[in-house]
């Protein structure tokens, strides 16, 4: 199982570069596990975190190809577009909840609390609350690339997409969170692009014979400085 330790910094100033004096340091998360119903196209998706008192700071870094992103709407099935996912699970004593954090490659976040992802073959998770607008105000993202990219790019194209995710947008569904120092959580990551001309479907800690990024026992540790 893979772990990752995510370094204290105080908040970035604002959207960086992948080699800039703030994120150059950050150690580096690979989601390198690709599911065997995947098409030929494995991109290298890789991530950096930090974090500061009140937020954690997630920068995505994706070298892809046959990118589409067509998501306007917040909550919006962003995982049909070239998508990358972090789902994470805050308390160690709250069984199988967590949160997943969706981003579309254009910005669009889809943002949910799940508290049991139990479900039939191709249906809805058994239980599941999507973020409102408020809850969803304070994650602010920014992307390389325009908010609606239709056609596909079939060439070769890195983006990137970085975002804050405040405590707060949490703490109203699972109670206070800070201080995070010295906290363990478990998670993982995943990039993935369902409709697009070459579909596949990579994780951080894989996801086994299942194709399916809701199974939370197959989070790793992630520990705060």
């Not at 589409?68 to 998508?83: E, G, I, L």
């Not at 889809?110 to 969803?136: M, N, W």
């Not at 995070?180 to 994780?203: E, I, Q, V």
């Amino acid at each position: 199982m893979n772990e990752y330790t995510i370094c204290r910094k105080p908040a970035p100033a604002g959207p960086g570069e992948w080699t800039d004096a703030y994120w150059a340091d950050v150690p580096v998360v690979a989601i390198a596990n690709y599911h065997p119903d995947s098409s030929d196209h494995h991109p290298r998706a890789e991530v950096k975190l930090t974090h500061s008192s009140d937020a954690i700071h997630v920068f995505f870094r994706v070298e892809d190809q046959y990118v589409r992103s067509v998501a306007t709407k917040r909550n919006d099935p962003v995982c049909c577009d070239s998508c990358v996912e972090f789902f994470l699970a805050p308390r160690p004593d709250a069984g199988s909840t967590y949160f997943n954090f969706e981003f579309a490659a254009g910005g669009v976040l889809l943002a949910s609390y799940v508290e049991d992802p139990s479900r039939e073959p191709g249906g809805p998770l058994a239980k599941y609350t999507l973020f409102s607008e408020a809850q969803a105000s304070g994650i602010t993202a920014a992307t390389s690339l325009p908010g609606i990219t239709d056609p596909e790019i079939a060439e070769p194209t890195t983006w990137t997409l970085q975002y804050t995710l405040p405590l707060a947008a949490m703490e109203s569904f699972v109670g206070p969170l800070a201080p995070l120092d010295g906290r363990t959580m478990r998670a993982n990551f995943y990039k993935c692009g369902d409709d697009t001309s070459h579909p596949h479907w990579g994780a951080w800690n894989s996801i086994g014979d299942e194709l399916n990024f809701h199974q939370p026992a197959q989070f790793g540790p992630l520990r705060f400085e």
